[in-house]
T-cell receptor
Framework: AQKITQTQPGMFVQEKEAVTLDCTYD???????LFWYKQPSSGEMIFLIY??????QNATEGRYSLNFQKARKSANLVISASQLGDSAMYFC??????????????FGKGTKLSVIP | DAGVIQSPRHEVTEMGQEVTLRCKPI?????LFWYRQTMMRGLELLIY????????DSGMPEDRFSAKMPNASFSTLKIQPSEPRDSAVYFC??????????????FGDGTRLSIL
């Protein structure tokens, strides 16, 4: 069963506008973590933001925020004031307990964001 | 601070040859992960080490793949013999696997492997 679902293969956004990238997840654990990564065309994977399942506040990091809706099992990434440099693939990932002490991540298929000047 | 260092950045070799990918994790991190990324399958976890011990190698495709972590600052992923379908980008990542598990994995720049 797919644990992380990113339903948008590609998205376009006008420069300076905000954009939301969707991510839904599936887990039976009470304790889990959600991560977003950015992969520009140069190929590196860049950590953006983290949300823990017990965190009451939505995580924010600069222009990135995570819209965490626990009951709906969604963890959407919001990028405000888009910039041309935001054009990249974005991956949602989840850490849940597979075995004691395991910190593996399961990644979604990614969303390709293109920022239009 | 130095990030995760992978070598080589690019590798082109002929089918049947042995390939060795190398990784130096971030100092102080106790968890290390090897991933493979392809267009068809996305990002797949191959193997995961914690405190230099392999914890989960269920993602290793077959016996041609092996990974070692002889010490906290070095890991290798070996493919022998290599096949064209092994062509992919291979990432190494490391993290501090504390009890809360909220530490992100930090990725190296990857090795782009092409098997002819």
């Amino acid at each position: 069963a797919q644990k992380i679902t990113q339903t948008q293969p590609g998205m376009f956004v006008q420069e300076k506008e905000a954009v939301t990238l969707d991510c839904t997840y599936d887990t039976s654990d009470q304790s889990y973590g959600l991560f977003w990564y950015k992969q520009p065309s140069s190929g590196e994977m860049i950590f953006l933001i983290y949300q823990g399942s017990y965190d009451e506040q939505n995580a924010t990091e600069g222009r990135y925020s995570l819209n965490f809706q626990k009951a709906r099992k969604s963890a959407n990434l919001v990028i405000s004031a888009s910039q041309l440099g935001d054009s990249a693939m974005y991956f949602c990932a989840m850490r849940d307990r597979r075995r004691a002490g395991s910190y593996q991540l399961t990644f979604g298929k990614g969303t390709k964001l293109s920022v239009i000047p | 601070d130095a990030g995760v260092i992978q070598s080589p950045r690019h590798e082109v070799t002929e089918m049947g040859q042995e390939v060795t990918l190398r990784c130096k994790p971030i100092s102080g991190h106790n968890s290390l992960f090897w991933y493979r990324q392809t267009m068809m399958r996305g990002l797949e976890l191959l193997i995961y080490f914690n405190n230099n011990v392999p914890i989960d190698d269920s993602g290793m495709p077959e016996d041609r793949f092996s990974a070692k972590m002889p010490n906290a600052s070095f890991s290798t992923l070996k493919i022998q013999p290599s096949e064209p379908r092994d062509s992919a980008v291979y990432f190494c990542a490391s993290s501090f696997g504390g009890p809360v598990g909220n530490q992100p994995q930090h990725f190296g720049d990857g090795t782009r492997l092409s098997i002819l």
